[in-house]
């Protein structure tokens, strides 16, 4: 090689953002996948395939990272959505939803219990899962990345207190009223903590607020996720995560 070329390539500097964006003219939501932010149980087809995980850890479906559960991750709440999500009876081979109802719907009043189960269940033999969805922005090495958050069952009521906990943060405007800020404002500590009850043990959620969002660019970002969940174009493919996890409650540790 020539001095004069070799000179040249050293000088030469890649610039990423100049190509921003370039090959992703055509990729929709539809063309990638939105991960879940899962608890691992001793049930997880994760424990004994990935390096390191074991029960009560946080695992990201799509990135396959796994985050220590006493630790835990930051996330900024974008939206919460919750839904009845219509499911095969269990071993039916069946993956995917049969059927998500918002929460408004009267489909609950089409469903029966049946003797020690606690589940609705309609005619059909299929069951309904209440499913609160927390869409969030995780903050890893100061960048944020969608994810979802998944709770039903015990988990229901870490839900709602993590709803309450939104609502009764309250900020003052300039005319000195208090306001209640949108679920971005605030950054969340995510951990695992163990739980149990008559029927078992298992690992749970905990959130805890950390701080005020003071970095703008995340904040928009949450912002801009919200949006897209709003407008419907975020679409959740529930059955990557039911597949991965049958219940998170009432398995050993």
């Known amino acids: 090689m020539k001095l004069q070329e070799k000179k040249a390539q050293e000088l030469a500097v890649i610039d ?9 003219d055509d990729m929709t939501q539809e063309d990638y996948a939105l991960p879940f932010l899962r608890v691992l149980t001793s049930t997880s087809p994760e424990i004994g395939v990935l390096d390191g995980a074991i029960p009560g850890m946080i ?9 220590d559960g006493k630790k835990g ?3 900024i709440p974008a939206a919460y959505v919750r839904q ?4 095969a009876p269990r071993g039916s081979g069946s993956g995917a939803p049969i059927n998500i109802y918002p929460a ?3 489909i609950l ?19 309904l899962e209440n499913t609160a969805n927390h869409y969030v922005m995780v903050l890893q090495n100061g960048v944020p990345a969608p994810a979802l958050i998944v709770m039903k069952s015990t988990q229901l009521k870490k839900s ?11 900020r003052k405007a300039k005319d000195g009223r208090q306001f209640t800020p949108p679920p971005f404002a605030n950054v969340y500590k995510i951990s695992t903590t163990q739980e149990s009850n008559d029927k078992g043990k298992w690992f749970g959620w905990k959130i805890e607020l950390e701080s005020e969002v003071t970095d703008v660019n995340h ?8 949006e897209s969940i709003k407008a419907g174009s975020v679409e959740v493919k529930h059955g990557q995560e039911e597949a991965s996890s049958k219940d998170v409650e009432n398995t050993p540790f």
């Not at 695992?59 to 985050?67: A, D, I, P, R």
């Not at 009043?109 to 069951?127: F, Q, V």
């Open 84 to 87: 009845y999500i219509e499911w």
């Open 16 to 24: 990423f953002e100049a190509d921003a964006n370039i090959g992703f």
């Open 73 to 75: 991750v930051s996330v």
């Open 160 to 170: 709602r207190q993590w709803n309450s906990m939104m609502l009764a943060n309250k």
């Open 104 to 106: 408004s719907s009267d």
């Open 109 to 127: 009043s089409k469903t029966h219990k049946e003797p020690g189960d606690n589940k609705d269940y309609l005619d059909s033999g299929n069951y």
């Open 59 to 67: 695992y990201n479906s799509v990135t396959q990272e796994l985050f």
């Open 219 to 226: 904040y928009q970002a949450a912002k801009e996720f919200a």
